[in-house]
């Protein structure tokens, strides 16, 4: 009965959990694309999501254009559209990319904000 619960407990507290995140980082923009699949919109940015703990697919993410994702279209443009001001211009964004939320496994672009030039 005692190697039951000690297994039980060794168990319990060895257990991996995976919990989706919400990453802010700084990246350029490398390429962007817009089609009918993926959201409609979407970008490659400079720094990997993966390197920053998030579970993406590939290094590509959606700004979900279409609102496929319980946005609103407009709202995705608008955050397309700070990424191709920031691809043309070669700056710097902030961006916030949701893991939790993904588009035939492209995560989402929650947030993206300009970064002033230094």
């Given at each position: 009965?005692?190697?039951?619960?000690?297994?039980?407990a060794i168990a319990l507290t060895t257990?991996?959990?995976?919990?989706?995140?919400?990453?802010?980082?700084?990246?350029?923009?490398?390429?962007?694309?817009?089609?009918?699949n993926y959201g409609e919109c979407m970008?490659?940015?400079?720094?990997?999501?993966?390197?920053?703990?998030?579970?993406?697919?590939?290094?590509?993410?959606?700004?979900?254009?279409?609102?496929?994702?319980?946005?609103?279209?407009?709202?995705?443009?608008?955050?397309?559209?700070?990424?191709?001001?920031?691809?043309?211009?070669?700056?710097?964004?902030?961006?916030?990319?949701?893991?939790?939320?993904?588009?035939?496994?492209?995560?989402?672009?929650?947030?993206?904000?300009?970064?002033?030039?230094?």
């Amino acid at each position: 009965m005692k190697i039951k619960a000690a297994i039980g407990a060794i168990a319990l507290t060895t257990s991996v959990s995976v919990s989706a995140a919400v990453v802010p980082f700084d990246t350029t923009v490398v390429r962007t694309l817009i089609s009918e699949n993926y959201g409609e919109c979407m970008f490659q940015p400079g720094t990997a999501p993966s390197s920053k703990g998030l579970a993406c697919r590939d290094q590509w993410i959606t700004a979900d254009c279409a609102g496929s994702l319980g946005g609103s279209k407009s709202l995705g443009k608008t955050k397309f559209d700070s990424i191709l001001l920031s691809e043309l211009t070669g700056g710097t964004v902030r961006v916030r990319v949701d893991d939790s939320k993904k588009i035939n496994g492209f995560c989402f672009l929650e947030q993206v904000q300009t970064v002033p030039s230094e």
